[in-house]
């Protein structure tokens, strides 16, 4: 036997279909009340729709919505780092150094020998250098002259006096 393939035809018993008649067009739609929603574009172009009165001043600023209130972009609660003091300057504090460094028994040794054409080491002579450099640095703060020639001064000034030490000789005989 012959296959035969279905189909959706429902053949000669089924009813018949109705013919399809035209559908009516519908007349183009007019409102008669109001649209909703805005159009296109009107958030920004409040100003042009609408003639300047005294109760639209308000809304021609800015249009958007939402509050107006400036927002801080950095953390309230972020510490801003103050800028340090100068200390002041202590002059007891500075005296008393002065002072230190004047009685430095390791100081006097070391320029006691390097007076005497002794070499030093190295970190001897730094320490010199750094006791002298400190030495210096706070009699300049303080205001006191250090003259490296006052001893030089002090021994030219009695070289003429050769003819008192003549006189005491005379006298003892």
Do not use: C
């Not at 067009?25 to 042009?48: D, E, L, Q, Y």
């Not at 729709?49 to 107006?68: I, L």
């Amino acid at each position: 036997m012959t296959r035969r393939k279905k189909t959706r035809t429902t053949g000669p018993l089924a009813p018949s279909k109705k013919p399809l008649e035209p559908k009516s067009k519908k007349a183009p739609a007019t409102r008669t009340g109001p649209h909703k929603g805005h159009k296109p574009g009107s958030r920004f172009n409040v100003a042009a729709a609408k003639p300047n009165t005294p109760s639209s001043a308000k809304s021609s600023t800015d249009p958007r919505h939402g509050s107006k209130k400036p927002i801080k972009l950095v953390d309230p609660n972020q510490v801003t780092p103050t800028p340090a003091r100068q200390k002041l300057f202590d002059r007891a504090a500075a005296l008393a150094e002065l002072n230190a460094l004047q009685n430095d028994a390791r100081l006097q040794k070391l320029l006691a020998k390097l007076e005497a054409d002794q070499e030093l080491t190295p970190s001897e002579l730094e320490y010199v250098d750094l006791r002298t450099d400190r030495f210096n640095q706070l009699a300049e703060q303080l205001g006191i002259e250090i003259d490296d020639e006052d001893d030089e001064d002090f021994d030219g000034e009695y070289a003429d006096d050769e003819d008192d030490w003549e006189l005491d000789e005379d006298e003892r005989d």
